[in-house]
């Protein structure tokens, strides 16, 4: 299946969602300088995440051509995993996969994070791990409220881009009434910096949570703009 949706965020920011039917093949075709793609494929055995890596960046180019029609660039991971074009340091990228779907951000300025997660109950099995006392209150024995807590905090943490966090401790939610759309209020609480984050979520169908964050400004670390949690 083709491009799915594509969604400004922002004056320099664009969402992208793709369902993804293609086979590997298909979608090498579809992305710019295959042959330099195919190198840097990953090496697996599972078709999925061969699938989802190459859609990843074919979405990741197709948001590019949109936002910079004149760009050419690589996409590559940073040390902590990050995607980043590395002839346009300036720009921001954030990918998820989960099942059927993926979701991309490409911005010419600031940062982002994005997460698309199947609703299922892992989340609810693990949220000793990953959820506060309040948070576990506000969750309640709602699966897609578990899923969300989860992909916020991933978005979250990919805004961050860097390895370690403790989701548990230091990035934590406000209570809210789960909606078919919304925002969520979220804070990041490291050990000499910390901050509040607008996440924006939505139910993607009905088996699917989709979370996105996007800064086109980025605070200096040495600034504190609220109080403690």
């Given at each position: 299946?083709?491009?799915?949706?594509?969604?400004p965020l922002s004056e320099h920011a664009l969402l992208g969602l793709w369902q993804l039917t293609e086979q590997p093949a298909d979608l090498l075709k579809?992305?710019?300088?295959?042959?330099?793609?195919?190198?840097?494929?990953?090496?697996?055995?599972?078709?999925?995440?061969?699938?989802?890596?190459?859609?990843?960046?074919?979405?990741?180019?197709?948001?590019?051509?949109?936002?910079?029609?004149?760009?050419?660039?690589?996409?590559?991971?940073?040390?902590?995993?990050?995607?980043?074009?590395?002839?346009?340091?300036?720009?921001?990228?954030?990918?998820?996969?989960?099942?059927?779907?993926?979701?991309?951000?490409?911005?010419?300025?600031?940062?982002?994070?994005?997460?698309?997660?199947?609703?299922?109950?892992?989340?609810?099995?693990?949220?000793?791990?990953?959820?506060?006392?309040?948070?576990?209150?506000?969750?309640?024995?709602?699966?897609?409220?578990?899923?969300?807590?989860?992909?916020?905090?991933?978005?979250?943490?990919?805004l961050h881009s860097r390895r370690g966090l403790v989701f548990k401790e230091q990035i934590r939610l406000n209570p809210f009434e789960l909606r078919k759309?919304?925002?969520?209020?979220?804070?990041?609480?490291?050990?000499?910096?910390?901050?509040?984050?607008?996440?924006?979520?939505?139910?993607?169908?009905?088996?699917?949570?989709?979370?996105?964050c996007v800064e086109d400004v980025v605070v200096p670390p040495s600034f504190s703009p609220y109080s403690p949690v």
């Open positions: 299946m083709p491009l799915h949706t594509v969604t579809q992305v710019p300088r295959a042959e330099l793609y195919s190198q840097l494929q990953p090496a697996t055995r599972d078709e999925n995440r061969t699938l989802q890596w190459l859609a990843g960046r074919v979405l990741a180019h197709a948001l590019l051509a949109q936002v910079n029609p004149e760009a050419r660039a690589v996409l590559r991971n940073d040390e902590n995993g990050r995607p980043f074009f590395e002839q346009l340091p300036d720009y921001a990228v954030s990918l998820s996969h989960s099942g059927q779907w993926l979701a991309a951000i490409v911005a010419t300025q600031g940062r982002v994070g994005t997460d698309i997660e199947l609703i299922r109950t892992k989340a609810q099995q693990l949220a000793s791990r990953f959820l506060s006392k309040d948070e576990l209150a506000d969750t309640g024995d709602d699966v897609a409220k578990h899923s969300l807590y989860w992909s916020a905090k991933e978005t979250l943490y990919k759309a919304g925002v969520l209020t979220g804070h990041l609480l490291l050990e000499n910096f910390r901050s509040q984050h607008q996440i924006h979520y939505q139910r993607l169908a009905a088996d699917y949570v989709l979370t996105y």
